[in-house]
């Protein structure tokens, strides 16, 4: 099946460093999700996108839903030692992202002291 | 309002062995997925239900894989007989219809 590609695969960053991460696909979605995953849980979902163009916040996480609807990025701020994790892009062809996601490989976050 | 549950959270089987996973939805939510995440990608769907009924089953392998829920609340996914690529984490989500998703832990299978 379809992978997102998702970049960068790691990212080795100090605290109070910001965050930049993206993913792109050949297919058009029309929703576009971003989770969290932490050893031994499930994904936790982190923000939703719904619309093309759409920039949504969510405490220091910011994503954007990209205009031609094949791309989206995840932006944290000030990081600090609990962002450490993976973090997935997922992409869903229903609107309200209920059929079966399409996930990307994840960027794992490591926060260096 | 209580998560999803899944059990067992982890597992060792022999290749050729039969298992079972089980999963119980948040409450009220009549949509519920199977993925599979094998260690450094992340979760492929396996099938999604809607109530009882199986609305997509594409990537599921069909010759090992099996998978019911037969009073559409609680889910049952089945192996057998199990290889070693099947080793990975096989999570479990639940929705209300047309709404986003939510992760159970997963169950780590390995599979020797």
């Known amino acids: 099946g379809q992978q997102l590609n998702q970049s960068p695969q790691s990212m080795f960053i100090q605290e109070g460093e910001d965050v930049s991460m993206n993913c792109t696909s050949s297919?058009?979605?029309?929703?576009w999700l971003w989770y969290k995953q932490e050893p031994g849980e499930g994904p936790v979902l982190l923000i939703a996108?719904?619309?093309?163009?759409e920039l949504t916040s969510n405490g220091r996480l910011t994503a954007q839903f990209g205009i031609t609807r094949k791309d989206s990025f995840l932006n944290i701020s000030a990081s600090i030692p609990s962002d450490v994790g993976i973090y997935f892009c997922?992409?869903?062809?229903?609107?309200?992202?209920?059929?079966?996601?399409?996930f990307g490989k994840g960027t794992h976050l490591i926060i260096q002291p | 309002e209580a998560g999803v549950a899944q059990s067992p959270r982890y597992k060792i089987i022999e290749k050729r062995q039969s298992v079972a996973f089980w999963c119980n939805p948040i409450?009220?939510?009549?949509?519920l997925y199977w993925y599979q995440q094998i260690l450094g990608q992340g979760p492929k769907l396996l099938i999604q239900?809607?109530?009882?009924?199986?609305?997509?089953d594409s990537q599921l392998p069909k010759d090992r894989f099996s998978a019911e829920r037969l009073k559409g609340v609680d889910s049952t996914l089945k192996i057998q007989p199990a290889k070693l690529e099947d080793s990975a984490v096989y999570l479990c989500?639940?929705?209300?219809?047309?709404?986003?998703?939510?992760f159970g832990p997963g169950t780590r299978l390995t599979v020797l």
């Open positions: 989500a639940s929705s209300r219809v047309g709404d986003t998703q939510y």
């Open positions: 297919s058009i979605f029309n929703t």
């Open positions: 996108l719904y619309k093309a163009g």
């Open positions: 997922a992409g869903s062809y229903s609107g309200g992202g209920a059929d079966g996601l399409t």
């Open positions: 409450s009220g939510h009549a949509t």
């Open positions: 239900f809607q109530n009882n009924g199986v609305v997509d």
